[in-house]
């Protein structure tokens, strides 16, 4: 019979355990919360490159899945995202950054005014499918 601890190893241990795949390129989902208000701003990707990255420059910097290269948030508009914290779940397979937006938003969608989103998660469902801005 195999020990409950051994089976649930990744939850019980003090090592970094994450997985990307012996050529680095595994994906694992990053949700991107700003440290001071806990609002979701974004979920995106990161392979080891992109998490080494991170790690090293303080700054979020993810796998974009559709462009397939490195993607440092707010390298081109200045909307840089600086990682106060990295925080991993009990399964080791997936990363949340708790940040500090250094610019006007996060998200690369625009309001009618020009300025970005706070966050991605600027809509909401109603109940006949259509999508309403919430406030930002």
Known sequence: MRSKFKIMSKEYTSKLLLNFGADGNTLIPVVTQDFHTKEVLILAFANKEAFEET?????????????????????????????????????????????????KGACHAKQQNGMPYKSCYYRKIGDDDTLNIVGD
Request: hydrophobic letters at 30%; one cysteine or more; a positive charge.
């Open 55 to 103: 790690r090293s420059s303080a700054y979020a910097t993810y796998y974009s899945r559709s462009r397939k290269e490195l993607w440092k948030k707010g390298l081109t508009s200045g909307d840089m995202l600086k990682v106060e914290e990295i925080r991993i779940n009990c399964e080791q397979n997936s990363l949340l950054y708790l940040v500090t937006p250094m610019g």
